[in-house]
C-alpha cells in the first residue's frame, strides 16, 4: 500500500469555524492532490500541488486553500466552513509529470460541518 | 459540465456472469483513461488503465475496452465475484498535465450469490 496518511478521519465542526485536513505521505512522490466525493459528483478535484510551495486550483476550489511547505506533507483549509463543505475529502499522490498512472488514495477524513 | 458520465448508478449481476460497467466522456482532449474501486470507508484503488492508442486492455478478469469515435469505454469482470461488490469509477485524463482525473459518478456493483 502506498504510504499516504490523512487526519484526522473523522470531523464534526460549526458552521464558520476554520478546519484544516492533513495528508502525510512516505512516497516522496512530486504531486499531491486532494478530492471530495459527494453522491451524484463522484469524486472532484479541489487544489493539486506539484512541488514544494507549488499548488494550483482544481475544479472546486472555492472556500478552500492549501499548503505545502514540505515534500510529504499537503494540507488542505477550509477558512470558514459552511454546510455544503461536508463531505468525505480524499488525498492522493503521484509520481508526477511523465507518469502515465494511476493517483494512490488515502483512505479519507469524513467531514460533518453542522 | 459533467464532462465523465456513468448513466447507471447501479448493477446487479449474478456471481459467475459477466459485469459491464459502462462510461461515457464528452471532452475529446482526453487520452488516458483508468476504472477505480471503492469500497465502504476505504480510499478508490486502481483496477486498469487504457490508452487512447489501443481499444482494449486486459487483466486477469479485468478487461477495458475504448471506443474513441464514440468517446464511450466499458470495464468487462469475468467471472464476476462477490468481493468485486464495490463502487466504480471512471476516470479520464490528459496525458502531461498532472495527472489531474476527472471522474464520473460511480456505478455500485453488487454481486450476488
Known amino acids: 500500500d502506498a504510504g499516504i496518511t490523512q487526519s484526522p478521519r473523522h470531523k464534526v465542526t460549526e458552521t464558520g469555524t476554520p478546519v484544516t485536513l492533513r495528508c502525510h505521505q512516505t512516497?516522496?512522490?512530486?504531486?499531491m492532490y486532494w478530492y471530495r466525493q459527494d453522491p451524484g459528483h463522484g469524486l472532484r478535484l479541489i487544489h493539486y500541488?506539484?512541488?514544494?510551495?507549488?499548488?494550483d486550483k482544481g475544479e472546486v476550489s472555492d472556500g478552500y486553500s492549501v499548503s505545502r511547505s514540505k515534500t510529504e506533507d499537503f494540507l488542505l483549509t477550509l477558512e470558514s466552513a459552511t454546510s455544503s463543505q461536508t463531505s468525505v475529502y480524499f488525498c492522493?499522490?503521484?509520481?508526477?509529470?511523465?507518469?502515465?498512472?494511476?493517483?494512490?488514495f488515502g483512505e479519507g477524513s469524513r467531514l460533518t460541518v453542522l | 459540465d459533467q464532462q465523465v458520465k456513468q448513466n447507471s448508478p447501479s448493477l446487479s449481476v449474478q456471481e459467475g456472469r459477466i459485469s459491464i460497467l459502462n462510461c461515457d466522456y464528452t471532452?475529446?482532449?482526453?487520452?488516458?483513461f483508468l476504472w477505480y474501486k471503492k469500497y465502504p470507508a476505504e480510499g478508490p484503488t486502481f483496477l486498469i488503465s487504457?490508452?487512447?492508442?489501443?481499444d482494449k486492455n486486459e487483466d486477469g478478469r479485468f478487461t477495458v475496452f475504448l471506443n474513441k469515435s464514440a468517446k464511450h469505454l466499458s470495464l468487462h469482470i469475468v467471472p464476476s465475484q462477490p468481493g468485486d461488490s464495490a463502487v466504480y469509477f471512471c476516470?479520464?485524463?490528459?496525458?502531461?498535465?498532472?495527472?489531474?482525473?476527472?471522474f464520473g459518478t460511480g456505478t455500485r456493483l453488487q454481486v450476488t450469490l
Open positions: 487504457i490508452s487512447s492508442i489501443k
Open positions: 512516497e516522496n512522490h512530486r504531486y
Open positions: 500541488s506539484y512541488g514544494v510551495k507549488d499548488t
Open positions: 476516470a479520464a485524463t490528459v496525458t502531461g498535465t498532472a495527472s489531474k482525473l476527472t
Open positions: 471532452n475529446s482532449m482526453f487520452d488516458y
Open positions: 492522493a499522490i503521484s509520481p508526477g509529470l511523465g507518469y502515465t498512472g494511476e493517483l494512490f
